[in-house]
């Protein structure tokens, strides 16, 4: 009793709460709170900043984070606009929740937002340094691949001057069965190019 | 019963601002503001300007002392800073340093 700490319902306190011992919020904070104990926010009692100690119990209304070390019991009536992160946590019915809640061990990754942050510095950097080089290459490459296909298209007038001589009969198959797919692709090539004349004209 | 109670082992840094009792028992640096009872008991330390009803203090006080009805200085209190008050006392075994305004 003795070591619980007790804003009351009238009281309004602007600034930091530290230290060690139990909290107990029915009044306004307006300021961080960050104790190694036991925090109950009543349901009279409005926080408007993060809250981190070992166990929190929101009955009230909280604009802020909160993160406990062992527990975060969310319950019924409790009002929060912020993220919550504790090894467990419990919402109750009745208890409203806007934010990003994560359970889990503590030191298991940065915070998302901080993380976010940190990509946010970091990306345009990366795209910055690499955007300038990289592209040129890969214009070459683009600028390569255009040409294999003209030779292949190429390739078919040698087919049929191998189908016209007629002696090995394999090779005529393989002509013929090259044969069967090269025309397609020619026929759309000529109705362009009758098409454009006839435009022209 | 007590409305708002600060208590050992916490530190609050800012403006504190009550309608009802405050019980210090812990630390306290900014700004103190109550309508009514304020008490730093042994081992509450203030840094701060207290502004109050009936005002105790047994603890450390360092800030001046407004208060609407009377400050008790009890045995074991130090206090470093001006008092302003209707009534005053200052209990053998208090440290105090610092002016007494009293209405007159």
């Known amino acids: 009793m003795k070591d619980s700490t007790v804003i009351g319902r009238t009281s309004v306190v602007t600034g930091r709460i530290t230290g060690t011992g139990d909290l107990e919020i029915a009044g306004r904070v307006e300021g961080d709170v960050a104790v190694s104990g036991e925090v109950v926010i009543d349901s009279t009692g409005m926080v408007g900043a993060n809250v981190s100690a070992t166990r929190i119990v929101v009955r009230g209304a909280v604009r802020g984070d909160l993160t406990a070390e062992e527990a975060l019991v969310v319950e019924s009536g409790a009002r929060i606009v912020g993220d919550l992160k504790a090894p467990r946590i419990a919402i109750a019915q009745g208890g409203l929740v806007r934010g990003y809640v994560r359970t889990g061990g503590m030191a298991a990754a940065p915070r998302p937002r901080a993380a976010a942050a940190a990509?946010?510095?970091?990306?345009?950097?990366?795209?910055?340094?690499?955007?300038?080089?990289?592209?040129?290459?890969?214009?070459?490459?683009?600028?390569?691949?255009?040409?294999?296909?003209?030779?292949?298209?190429?390739?078919?007038?040698?087919?049929?001057?191998?189908?016209?001589?007629?002696?090995?009969?394999?090779?005529?198959?393989?002509?013929?069965?090259?044969?069967?797919?090269?025309?397609?692709?020619?026929?759309?090539?000529l109705k362009k190019g009758t098409k454009a004349v006839q435009k022209k004209r | 019963m007590a409305s708002t109670v600060i208590g050992a082992g916490i530190t609050i840094e800012g403006e504190v601002t009550s309608d009802e009792d405050v019980v210090v028992q812990g630390t306290l640096r900014g700004k103190l503001i109550a309508k009514d009872a304020v008490s730093v008991e042994q081992g509450g330390s203030v840094e701060a300007d207290i502004t109050g009803g009936p005002v105790s203090v047994a603890g450390t006080v360092t800030g001046n002392i407004t208060s609407s009805d009377r400050v008790d200085l009890q045995n074991g209190a130090k206090v470093i800073g001006n008092v302003k008050a209707a009534r005053i006392t200052i209990a053998d075994g208090a440290q105090f340093k610092g002016n007494v305004d009293m209405d007159v």
């Open chain 1, 119 to 189: 990509a946010r510095t970091t990306v345009p950097e990366a795209k910055a340094r690499p955007a300038a080089p990289p592209p040129q290459p890969q214009r070459a490459v683009k600028a390569a691949p255009p040409a294999p296909p003209a030779p292949v298209q190429k390739a078919p007038p040698p087919a049929q001057k191998a189908e016209t001589n007629h002696k090995p009969a394999p090779r005529g198959a393989a002509a013929a069965g090259a044969r069967v797919g090269p025309p397609p692709p020619v026929v759309p090539v």
